[in-house]
Every structure is written in C-alpha cells, then in structure tokens.
C-alpha cells in the first residue's frame, strides 16, 4: 500500500511584492536603510523636526527600559517625564541599601531594552497573528503608561495618537500595513538610542536643564571601564541585535 504524503509547508517572509529569490534579502536592505536613514536625518535641525513624533516615541521607549527594570530590580517606578526638546527621565525610588550594580543595570536597560523590544516587533512580523498582537500590544502599552507613570505634557500630546494609530491598524488595517508598521516602529525602537550620538558617549549632558550624568556614566561609575567603552560595546551589540532580528524576520522556517 501506498501512503500519499503532502509537501511540508513553509512559513513565507514578508513578501513586499518582490521576486521570491530577492524577497528576503530587500527586506533586510530596506530596513537597514530605514534604520541607517533615521540616524542620520536624527542628526540635522530638519530631520528632528521631521522626524518629532519619533523621537517622542523613542525617548519613550528609553525610559520605559529605564523604569520597567527599576521595577524588576525592586524599586518603585514613580513617573516618566518627557520635555519638548525630546530629553527626558524616568524616576523611581529605591532602598537605600540597593547594590550599586542594580543602578548599572537599569542604566543599561534603557539602551539595551529598546532594542530587545524593537527586535520583538521586527521578529512578530514574520506571523500575521504575532504582527497583529504585537500592533495591539504596543498601542495598549503606549496608552497605558501614559496613564500610569507619563507625567508631561510632550508625551500626553505625542503618545497617545501613536497607540491609538498602532491599535487602528491592527484591528482594520491590510496585512502589509500592519507588516510594515510593526517594523518601522521595531526599527524606531531599535534606532533610537542612536538619536544623540555625543550623548551616548559622553559622561553625561543637559536634561529639563539641569545636568545629569548619561547612562555610560551612569555604568562606568559602577563597573570597570570608563564611559565611552560602554558606549562603543553596546553601539555594536544593538547594530548586532538589529541585524540578526532582520535576518531573523526575513528567513523562511522549514
């Protein structure tokens, strides 16, 4: 007797109406021009106010890596603020007692979490149903926090429109809109960090006016190499993460 067996299926990358051969190769190239492009405009007086709402989004996401790790680490996440300028902080209280090292490490959750969660939205876009729950879980997260712990008017203003617009998609857009948002935004989420370059590898900069020592600082005071060796390493790790979530997004499982 023979048994007819069926092809195994194959989950498909986003398609972008390009020839199967090329398909996963231009979705990376595009990407990577989307992520290398918002840098670079980022670093011009037209590009922040092209790109405002962005980098509303990505302070955002910086200090919610910020407070959520706080939170983890046994603080308590009190209130995120963002300034107009698109500076900002995220305020918790601690015990007194709290090891230097937790301080480090919610530090470093505001560079590295933004691209741990940016390469999360790049990675669901590979399933319609993770793409859609991811749409749905970043809007609910935007209006959420705006609620709980948002605490100025910049983020009231900015925040909410991009969650509700996130929450539209998902529930009554294409599956190419809601692909294409899911990785602009993971992309934006990912990017971010890169928003101030001088900031990341400097001891510290202006922030609401006051100076404030940066997150490299923040490390460097804690562990054993000065600043800017925290900025380089965690420049090539979130480039690293970046590209493996593209490549990731864009592979076909068999």
């Known amino acids: 007797m023979r048994w007819k067996t069926r092809p195994a299926k194959t ?4 398609r972008w109406s390009l020839p199967a051969a090329n398909r996963s ?3 990376r190239s595009y990407l990577a021009l989307i992520a290398i492009a918002t840098v670079v405009v980022w670093q011009f007086p037209f590009g922040q106010t092209l790109l405002y709402p962005f980098t509303i989004l990505a302070t955002w996401f910086h200090e919610m890596g910020h407070g959520l ?4 680490l046994g603080a308590r996440f009190e209130r995120l603020v963002i300034f107009p300028d698109g ?29 741990v969660a940016g390469a999360a939205l790049i990675v669901a876009s590979r399933s319609r149903g993770l793409t859609k729950a991811g749409l749905w879980l970043l809007g609910g997260a935007l209006l959420v926090s705006t609620l709980v712990w948002v605490r100025s008017v910049a983020g009231w203003i900015v925040l909410p429109p991009i969650g509700l617009l996130a929450i539209a998609i998902a529930a009554r857009g294409s599956d190419k809109a809601r692909r294409l948002t899911i990785e602009f935004l993971g992309v934006q989420a990912m ?15 202006y922030v609401g006016g006051r100076f404030q020592a940066s997150d490299t600082q923040a490390i460097a005071d804690v562990l ?9 390493g965690i420049t090539g790790l979130i480039a690293v993460i970046l590209w493996r979530a593209l490549r990731f997004a ?5």
Not at 191 to 205: C, H, I, K, P, T
């Open 11 to 14: 989950a498909e990358p986003a």
């Open 25 to 27: 190769e231009a979705q």
């Open 69 to 72: 790790a706080s939170m983890l």
């Open 87 to 115: 500076s900002g902080f995220a305020m918790s209280s601690w015990a007194g007692d709290s090891p230097g090292l937790f301080h480090a490490l919610t530090a470093a959750a505001g560079l590295l979490g933004p691209a």
């Open 191 to 205: 990017v971010g960090v890169w928003r101030d370059l001088g900031y990341l590898f400097s001891a510290g900069g």
């Open 224 to 232: 054993v190499l000065p600043y800017w060796a925290w900025g380089a």
């Open 250 to 254: 864009s592979s076909r499982i068999r």
